[in-house]
């Protein structure tokens, strides 16, 4: 597996303001090298996920095993933020399915 790529995996934190409204702000938690690829989503996916930009500009990422990597990770690749929406565990190698954020700058 050729990881050519460097993936920024960003944690999340929570505050709530004086009005109870949370607030989410993000920080670098750790860089890896992965390979991501576009994806071709099956049917089922297609299903759950929907025929949409989502969806048409989704990427497979390829990594080895890493346990901060889980749904709803999110993941900075080539200054394009994506969440992570689908994990599976090989032997091997682990893959996520990532989704592109809509109007979230690196």
Known sequence: MTQAFSVTIQSRTVSVDSEGIQNFTYSTLKTIM?????????????RLYGANDLSSNAKRMYYSPDPSIDLLTRLVIDSHTYEVRGVNFWPRHSEALLFPLQGVGA
């Open 34 to 46: 992965a390979d991501v690829q576009p994806a071709s989503l099956n049917t089922s996916e297609l």
